[in-house]
């Protein structure tokens, strides 16, 4: 008997007892009971009949397995689609459930693979909690369009925002659910980019390595090509994944000519890598929904320090919380007088040239504006200094800052600070470091910093790690971060916050 039943058991002997107790005692209940009648029917025959086609449980049966967790919703939604068959026949089926057996599919191959054990539900959006603690993740499939509420557009804001994923798959490659489904997202979130999910991110190595699939497409022979997902990121996660050529059918292990799609094999390997990485990220998702404030945001400046971080065409505040973190550090462990405030730097403004230190970071591709090359010129001539890093170590974010930095530079590289370099000295002397756990797998033998710069008349103005530092500072577990370790990014951050106030 489970703890429920117990609790229940209990409860109605109370509520029992309670209402005997109302009434009050009686003539009766001062007597002893009357003796019984004499039976002639054997005990077994006085209970009732069993309702068919419920049996008693013998001895030897075991009871039934509790039901897995349930870890994907499938969304019922959308009106009936009517098709004509080649007959004339006229029939009807529900969009959401073209691939009927997909997630059924999917995560019996994930579980085994993973060594894990979680079901899919089928739920209608309307009276779902929008909780990530009931369904971490939501699944969304089919052909049409289609539109959400406002009331469930703000919802699922809610749900995104505190660590749920939304997955999305354009069965047979469906262009009208494809852009029906960016719509609503930009909806929610109409500020942050939506853009194909670059090569190197962890969601095509956290399981398989998916480096090349093979696509099929309607009266053309198979190809090869790069993985082409799209997605949107809250922080360092991706929260919005959509895939526009079909995936669905593979997982419901469904071949047909028909449409767009991913071969059977690559399907399923990217889908096993979408569920590993929900698993691993959702404490991280759960974490970065508590953002912290900045409590001096709005107060005038009094020869304080002031973060400065710059906007850019790529998502360029990946670590909300990170620069409050790195600022009280700052104040507890050395004499700069700190602001805690953050102020957004835009390059094309001609307030960034008030800032001293600038901070700029983020995992994607972007590219710099002439007004913003130009005015990134002036600033370092004046004496301004720059901190930048690639957040989780993202190659994409690294190509384009090395890339739009020589333009800045006439083509002067970035070169890597010696190991002696007064930056190590500054305020804490750094020579052997500790990162992340996905780094050490990585690069085991890494022990020492790599830091980056560029150097002008003699003043370092660039400093430039290729390892994520902002991780570090949030102190938040990233599962897939190339970084530091919280204890050596923020020694690292104080240094060269201290170098470049000193020099």
């Known amino acids: 008997m489970n703890t429920r039943k117990i609790f229940c058991l209990v409860a109605l002997g109370v509520v029992a007892a309670f209402l005997v107790g109302l009434a009050g005692p009686t003539f009766a209940d001062w007597e002893p009971p009357p003796p019984p009648k004499p039976s002639r029917i054997k005990a077994g025959e006085g209970l009732p009949p069993l309702p068919l086609p419920a049996t008693p449980l013998r001895r030897s049966e075991r009871k039934r397995e509790p039901a897995k967790p349930a870890l994907i919703g499938k969304i019922q939604y959308g009106k009936k689609v009517w098709v004509t068959t080649d007959d004339g026949r006229r029939l009807s089926y529900l969009d959401w459930r073209s691939d009927t057996t997909d997630m059924h599919h999917l995560l019996n191959f994930a579980n085994s693979k993973l060594g894990v054990s979680y079901r899919y539900i089928e739920t209608p959006l309307p009276g779902f909690s929008f909780n990530p603690a009931e369904l971490p993740a939501l699944y969304f499939t089919g052909h049409k369009d289609f539109a959400f509420s406002d009331e469930e557009l703000r919802r699922l804001g809610w749900y995104l925002r505190d660590g749920g994923t ?62 082409n997902l799209r997605g949107m990121r809250l922080g360092c996660r991706l929260a919005v994944v959509l895939s ?34 929900i698993l691993a990220s959702y404490q991280y998702g759960k974490t970065y929904s508590t953002q912290k404030v900045y409590h001096e945001q709005d107060e005038p400046t009094r020869e304080q320090l002031v973060f400065g971080q710059v906007i850019h065409g790529g998502d360029w505040d990946p670590d909300p919380t990170a620069v409050p973190n790195l600022l009280k550090f700052l104040e507890a462990n050395t004499t700069i007088d700190v602001q805690f405030a953050r102020a957004d730097v835009d390059l094309r403004n001609v307030d960034a040239f008030k800032y001293p ?40 974010f690294d190509a384009a800052f090395r890339r739009e930095l020589a333009k800045a530079f006439d083509n002067t590289a970035l070169q890597k600070l010696p190991t002696d370099h007064p930056l190590f000295t500054s305020l804490y002397s750094i020579g052997k470091v500790r990162y992340s756990d996905w780094m050490r797998e990585q690069n085991p033998d890494l022990v ?47 240094n060269v916050i201290v170098y470049a106030l000193t020099h």
């Open 244 to 277: 526009t050529h079909d995936m669905s059918c593979g997982w419901a292990r469904h071949e047909h000519p028909q449409g767009k799609r991913i071969d059977i094999e690559d399907a399923t390997k990217i889908g096993t890598s979408i569920i590993t990485y």
């Open 166 to 227: 939304l997955i999305g798959d354009a069965c047979c490659g469906a262009n009208e659910f494809s852009v029906a489904f960016v719509r609503n997202v930009k909806k929610i979130f109409p500020d942050r980019p939506f853009r194909v999910i670059s090569p190197d991110d962890p969601l095509y190595h956290c399981f398989y390595e998916v480096e090349k699939i093979t696509y099929k497409e309607e009266g053309k022979a198979p190809r090869k090509g790069k993985p």
């Open 448 to 494: 020492t910093p790599v830091i980056e710069g560029v150097t002008v008349g003699g003043q370092l103005c660039v400093i430039y790690s290729p390892y994520d530092l902002g991780n570090g500072w949030e102190g938040i577990a990233h599962p897939y971060s190339l970084g530091y370790s919280p204890h050596d990014a923020l020694r690292i951050g104080a």
């Open 357 to 396: 230190f600038i901070y700029m970071t983020g995992h994607e591709d972007f590219e710099f504006a002439d007004q913003e090359i130009t005015a990134l010129r002036s600033y370092f001539r004046n004496g301004g200094v720059m901190l930048a890093n690639a957040c989780c170590g993202r190659k994409a």
